[in-house]
């Protein structure tokens, strides 16, 4: 599997991502640089976590603005497959890549903690490694994770089978209104949605930091090694 | 000429700031306050002639990047 | 401003003394310009100058064969094997974050930051150290909230996870926070930059933000009578752009791996004024900066304003000239602002040049080696007697979840969740699971252990004691979870040296921390010094900080995989190694249950530590102890407490032996004292008698309560609740 | 009454989400754009009869806890 990872200035989890991607597929990822204005020939283009650009503004807004996005954009159209994590879904939403927006935590504080999540949608080459149901363990670490979208896309994403992750308790109880539970508030407990082909995906918390047995365990490795079979075959 | 750029959440949108601030006030003493929303203003200084001109700046950059129109609404406005 | 008169009393208002203005003449040879007074009062100040702590600084241990550079450079360096080098050091913003909380926090980790980068580090980890006043005094919630945001703010940015730290809260710093950050970063050793310019004719260049007028010498304020503008050009308080920053980290490391760079220092306090003295001093060259080319944010600054504007994210540098435009093309690809604003001369003097006009000129050698040192006087402190028994008036489980309540032992989780710790992926032990953060060394098997400690109580009843056992307890820490210490970082927060009390508590901690330096093998490398903190009353009164030594431990462990926590593992033995004595004076019991604050703080025995922590660490790397937690706040109970919360098993623990009352067992803050776990209790206990190490049968774990002899037994989820509730309660009303 | 509590921050000031809006601004081609100052702005809805008593809690909400008056400053209007 060919993956790049786009780098805009104020990423920061650019190397976590690498890491997981070189760990679980044995393949070192390749850095982009947003300005570039094409992209190699790749499997998968990963946006990372951070804060790019400061996150001033807005989270995300101006690196969605990037050169590069122009490109990605053209990759996700022609079929290809985009992560985007913390702040690489932020970047998708203002690029509208992917529905809704991301609003600041409920609590107004940042959120550096495990959550659990509800796999919703398996099958994707995302989740194709967990069935339905299963509830995996993944740090968080934003101040702008609380989903929203009119009710309409709300809905929509539902009908559609495009809600893929879920905040829950660890026995997989969803639980909206709880903040233990669903601690930034989102809406509809929704931590990570797909696009309408399911080849586009992002979510706020970060199962790339839990792939490694001597890094706190390896809860988030089914979403990287499904990936990699799925763009293998 | 300076023009101010103002970005509000949507009505309907949840803003958990302004919630926040209301609720904070409200410990404060500051009683009976209704809904508290709260957003932002940009102030930029375009390279415009006149005040009509300043403002269809403002809007363009508005909709280029200032407002996220999935969850924002803008206004803007000369100043002075 | 060209009317004003300069004089021994303008000299005075920007802090120089009658004498140190004297010396400044005799150096100069005439009456110095605006810009040169500037720099010789900011070059003499207490904070740049160390002129009250020179002569005691001196007398710590700073060598070992591990230390690659000890104080003197931005930060301290020590050899972690295979090439590598972990770069560290602590600093204050105790100040400023009274000021303004959240920018006071977030710039004082900007700045120790770029400490630690200026030397080829990458930066892996940030601790802080932080010190509030009383709860329930009505500023200290404004401050904790700002202070905390702006601590995770600025990290969680910059993309540094924020793994450890401290908390204390006591009414003495209720005006005067103290906020120390501490920074580690890894270079490799044929890698490390270095500040003392060199290369007469070699360009001198500024990169990364403009300069504004922000944060200027508060000697301009106290002197603003004399300018009708003055109000225009208040000084400002420093905003932190922790984006630009994380470009400038980027910027470096790529210009770093060339071999483009002479010398590199940031600009921190005092600016382009100290590092470009530091730097030309330093290499013993002159230097000429013409500050028409200084990047400017504002019109119309003075020479006076940019030689002393603290502007944050900034940078000083000497290249190779034929290196520079290469140079130029990594910082504008990283969209930051790079100038060439001066040239290395022979003149050793630093000559300003501003529209033309020389400003400032000033000889190097003497600025440096004229500055004042101080012999401050100091008082014959009295540090009390041991105490002798005192009653218990509450019993044990009442103490115990009163003190799991109290401010400084409830749990810290709402502060590090507000702190990324998890970035970088390379965070092995997050905060609250080990008595060190683990985090281990990118590509390879390695990990450095980090911590942060200080017991101000101990320190403010015998400084020399409380100065030890912060060393002490910073290298017990690293000793529990598996790793060897290898050096610490200080950063000495005290009150106002011109009290002779307050001089005399700085030299007796110093001596402490020197004693237990040495017998531990534990140099310093680096630190920091904090002066004239105090809590002003209203009724104008001063009242002085608790002697505030705050350490920063470095070790490492070359297989990560053998660190361990203090999660309470199930169905093992615990075993206590270390002696109980049962000595209550100056312990959170006493003041939370007994209301008192008095008696000597705890015995030290730096050897006994010594042999106890050496014992430890063996049985952890042989896997004999499989959990480990030293005895420190609180007492043993808190300790076995913290593991059953961590661990979320319980524990049943044993009667004890010698004589010695229930609460004086459990709340006495004992030193050298560790809890064990371990599968084999009487494999360990004989290899404890064998090395001479003391050593008793503790109890057993298992189970979802803590049980005592004397019947109590409280669920560990009710441990929890009452641990957990308070900052919460405190802050998020 | 509604009352608009506009917040900046003080000249002289570094505001670096001004900076980076101005650059980004750049980049995506509105050019010779001078300082760029981005603050908030909260919308209050407060118990006050007229214009003149709400901008006046208005003004208190600011001190209190809206503005810090260490960086910012503020002004208030009442709205409609
Ligand atoms: N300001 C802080 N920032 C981050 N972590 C902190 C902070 N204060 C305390 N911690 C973490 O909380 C835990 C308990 O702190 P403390 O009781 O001081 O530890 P110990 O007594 O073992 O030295 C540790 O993991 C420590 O790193
Ligand atoms: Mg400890």
Not at chain 1, 82 to 103: D, K, M, R, S, Y
Not at chain 3, 132 to 156: E, K, L, Q, S
């Amino acid at each position: 599997m060919k993956a790049g990872i786009v780098v805009f200035p104020g990423t920061n989890r650019e190397r976590d991502m690498a890491q997981a991607l070189r760990l679980t597929s044995g393949v070192a990822p390749q850095m982009i640089w947003h300005r570039e204005t094409s992209l190699p020939s790749l499997d998968l283009v990963v946006l990372p976590g951070g804060f790019s650009h400061g996150d001033y503004l807005r989270s995300g807004a101006m690196a969605a603005h990037s050169p590069i996005m122009a490109e990605v954009r053209r990759f996700a159209e022609r079929g290809g497959y985009v992560l985007g994590v913390c702040n690489g879904f932020q970047i998708l939403t203002e690029a509208h890549l992917l529905p809704g927006a991301l609003l600041r935590n409920a609590g107004m504080r940042f959120l550096s903690q495990d959550c659990h999540l509800k796999v919703e949608r398996d099958g994707l080459a995302f989740t194709r490694r967990w069935t339905s149901g299963a509830v995996f363990r993944a740090p968080m670490a934003h101040g702008d994770g609380n989903y929203t979208a009119s009710e309409d896309t709300l809905d929509r994403l539902e009908g559609e089978g495009r809600v893929v992750f879920r905040y829950a308790t660890a026995d997989g109880a969803v639980l909206p209104q709880d903040r233990t539970c669903n601690p930034n508030g989102s809406a509809r407990a929704i931590a990570g949605i797909a696009s309408e082909n399911g080849r586009v995906c992002g979510l706020m918390p970060h199962p790339e930091n839990l792939v490694d047995p001597a890094i706190g365990g390896t809860d988030g490795a089914p979403l990287f090694t499904g990936l990699i079979e799925a763009l293998a075959a | 000429m300076k023009v101010r750029v103002t970005v509000m959440l949507k009505e309907g949108v949840l803003d958990p700031q302004g919630k926040a601030i209301g609720h904070a006030l409200g410990t404060l003493g500051f009683a009976e306050l209704g809904e508290v929303r709260c957003g932002k203003v940009i102030d930029l200084d375009v390279p415009a002639n006149d005040a009509g001109a300043a403002v269809t700046q403002g809007e363009a950059m508005a909709r280029a990047l200032l407002a996220n129109d999935v969850i924002e609404d803008f206004s803007v406005e000369a100043l002075s | 401003m060209s009317n004003v008169v300069i004089d021994a009393d303008l000299a005075a208002r920007y802090g120089l003394t009658g004498d140190e203005y004297q010396t400044l003449l005799g150096i100069m040879g005439r009456v110095p310009t605006l810009t040169e007074l500037g720099i010789f009062s900011v070059m003499w100040s207490e904070h740049c100058s160390y002129k009250s702590s020179r002569v005691h600084l001196r007398t710590l241990p700073t060598t070992a064969p591990w230390i690659i550079h000890g104080p003197g450079e931005n930060a301290g360096v020590v050899d972690i094997g295979d090439g590598m080098a972990a770069i560290f050091k602590m600093e204050s913003h105790n100040h400023p974050s009274f000021i303004e909380p959240y920018q006071g926090a977030a710039t004082g980790v900007g700045g120790i930051l770029r400490d630690v980068f200026t030397m080829g580090a990458r930066p892996i980890a940030n601790l802080n150290a932080l010190r509030f006043g009383d709860p329930r005094h009505a500023g200290t919630r404004r401050i904790v909230d700002g202070v905390v945001r702006g601590i995770g703010g600025y990290g969680n940015c910059v993309g540094v996870p924020t793994v450890g730290g401290e908390v204390n809260f006591h009414p003495a710093y209720d005006g005067n926070p103290l906020v120390n950050a501490m920074t580690v970063g890894i270079a490799r050793q044929d890698r490390i930059f270095l500040s003392a310019a060199a290369g007469i004719g070699n360009p001198v260049v500024y990169v990364g933000s403009k300069t504004g007028r922000d944060g200027i010498h508060g000697a301009t304020m106290s002197s603003a009578g004399f300018d009708e503008n003055a109000q225009a050009k208040r000084p400002t308080v420093q905003v932190g752009d922790p984006f630009t920053e994380k470009l400038l980290i980027e910027a470096c490391l790529e210009l770093m791996a060339t071999d483009a760079i002479v010398a590199i220092q940031d600009m921190g306090a005092a600016g382009l004024t100290s590092s470009a003295v530091e730097m030309a001093g330093k290499g013993g060259v002159g230097i000429e900066l013409d500050l028409d080319a200084v990047p400017q944010r504002e019109t119309g600054m003075t020479a006076y304003e940019m030689m002393l504007s603290e502007s944050q994210e900034r940078m000083l540098m000497v290249l190779k000239p034929e290196h520079t435009e290469a140079a130029r093309a990594i910082f504008e690809k990283w969209e930051l602002d790079f100038a060439v604003v001066g040239v290395l001369t022979d003149t050793a003097r630093i000559t300003v040049k501003h529209q033309g006009r020389v400003e400032a000129d000033i000889p190097l050698a003497p600025l440096a080696d004229a500055a004042p040192v101080y012999h401050r006087p100091m008082a014959l402190l009295h540090p009390p007697a041991h105490l002798g028994s005192v009653a218990d008036p509450e019993g044990i489980e009442h103490a115990l979840l009163h003190l799991l309540a109290c401010p400084d032992l409830a749990s810290r989780a709402w502060i590090w969740n507000q702190y990324d710790s998890t970035l970088g992926g390379q965070t092995v032990r997050r905060p609250g699971t080990a008595d060190a953060a683990i985090v281990r060394v990118e590509g390879t098997n390695r990990a450095l252990a980090l911590t942060t400690d200080c017991t101000p109580r101990f320190c403010k009843a015998d400084p020399k004691v409380g100065g030890a056992q912060a060393v002490a307890e910073a290298w017990r820490n690293i000793t529990a979870t598996g790793a060897l210490p290898l050096a610490v970082t200080d950063n000495l927060n005290f009150g106002n040296p011109e009290h002779p009390e307050v001089m005399a508590q700085f030299a007796a901690a110093i001596a402490g921390m020197g004693d237990a330096c040495r017998v531990l093998d534990f140099p310093v490398v680096s630190g920091n010094v904090s002066l004239y903190n105090q809590t002003k009353h209203a009724s104008g009164m001063a009242v002085d900080i608790l002697p505030t030594p705050a350490i920063g431990g470095l070790g490492v462990i070359d297989d990560v995989s053998k660190a361990i926590g203090y999660a309470m593992p199930e169905s093992c033995d615990l075993i206590l190694i270390g002696t109980q004595r049962g000595d209550l004076g100056q312990s959170l019991w006493l003041r939370e249950i007994a209301h008192r604050e008095d008696g000597a703080p705890p015995v030290l025995d730096l050897h006994a530590e010594r042999r106890n922590g050496d014992f430890v660490r063996a049985q952890i790397l042989s896997g004999h102890i499989i959990a480990c937690h030293d005895v420190s706040d609180g007492g043993l109970l808190i300790a076995v407490a913290e593991m059953a919360m961590a661990g979320g098993i319980g524990a049943t623990l044993l009667p004890p032996a010698h004589g010695l009352s229930l609460h004086a067992f459990y709340y006495a803050e004992d030193q050298a004292c560790y809890v064990a776990a371990t599968t084999d209790g009487a494999a360990l206990i004989a290899a404890a008698e064998k090395a001479h190490v003391p050593v008793r049968r503790l109890g057993r774990s298992g189970g979802d309560a803590l049980k005592l002899s004397d019947g109590m037994s409280v669920a560990i989820e009710r441990l929890r609740s009452v641990n957990e509730a308070t900052l919460p309660a405190m802050m998020d009303r």
